[in-house]
């Protein structure tokens, strides 16, 4: 089964809107992209619609950071999917730990974001991932398979083959501490069981999932070498253009890895 590597750039709450738009000029100014990877951008609300000019109908995706369920209404502060269509996204983060740190997000929300963006044809890049105690405690496949599975609860399995997951460490976001490559792997393949149990082989074989958490030109190509690690989600090495494009470029790099051991 072949699958497209995807790296997403979750710039979190950091870009004004210049920093934003330059970032993506300079970006889209470099080598371009052969196709091997698909590449997502996710700015902070304020920016969608500038940076989602300058990638206009391009090889690189405008994604969010999140998404209200509702279509439109009285929901001060929220942003629904129709708008994130209408602003140009491709791709929304849904269930990001932060959003469940910070925001209240929990597994109910996280499937009725899930459910909304596929209503308005956005494909949610659903985060999961264990914290460093329940790491320790020695749970972190009930944890990441509970979230999985109360997002994809109700999905078809046309739908969760088109998804993207992001295994996301609590404990290795923003931190510097990257999850092995073992470990990564042991998770990707876990959550890709999860879903040959819910909803087939075939949905399995097609869902993509990323590694995030601490990831880096230096540890990006081992990572997304793994066979069940599609991509990356990127926060803090996302926010440079030159460290940003080492790891699409890590991420081709791991694609080839794979076609070589006839994996990918
Ligand atoms: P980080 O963030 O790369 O800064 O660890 C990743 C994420 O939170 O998506």
């Avoid at 609300?45 to 009285?74: I, K, M, N, P, S």
């Avoid at 494909?123 to 105690?133: F, K, N, S």
């Avoid at 993207?164 to 393949?189: K, L």
Wanted: hydrophobic share 45%; aromatic share 6%; proline share 4%.
């Amino acid at each position: 089964m072949v699958r497209r590597m995807i790296v997403a750039a979750n710039w979190k709450m950091h870009k004004t809107l210049g920093e934003a738009v330059a970032f993506v000029r300079d970006f889209l100014a470099g080598p371009p992209e052969d196709g091997t990877v698909e590449v997502v951008i996710c700015p902070p609300f304020t920016a969608l619609a500038d940076v989602g000019r300058v990638l206009g109908d391009g090889a690189v995706a405008l994604g969010a950071q999140d998404v209200f369920w509702e279509t439109e209404g009285a929901y001060t502060g929220a942003v629904s999917p129709l708008m994130l269509r209408d602003a140009g996204c491709r791709y929304v983060i849904v269930g990001h730990s932060e959003r469940r740190q910070y925001f209240g997000e929990t597994d109910t929300t996280v499937n009725r974001k899930v459910q909304a963006a596929l209503g308005q044809g956005l494909t949610p890049i659903i985060c999961v991932g264990e914290q460093l105690a329940q790491r320790e405690a020695g749970i972190t496949m009930q944890v990441i398979g509970r979230q999985m599975e109360a997002a994809l609860a109700g999905l078809t399995p046309a739908q969760i083959a088109g998804l993207v997951v992001a295994y996301e460490p609590v404990w290795a976001i923003g931190t510097g501490r990257t999850a092995s490559e073992a470990d990564a792997q042991e998770a990707a393949r876990f959550l890709r069981q999860v879903v040959a149990r819910l909803a087939g082989e075939e949905a399995a074989g097609r869902i993509r999932i990323q590694y995030g958490g601490s990831v880096t030109p230096a540890n990006a190509v081992g990572l997304m070498s793994q066979p069940d690690i599609d991509g990356a989600l990127v926060g803090g090495a996302s926010l440079k253009v030159e460290s940003f494009r080492s790891i699409v470029a890590a991420a081709r790099q791991g694609a080839a890895a794979k076609r070589g051991k006839g994996e990918g």
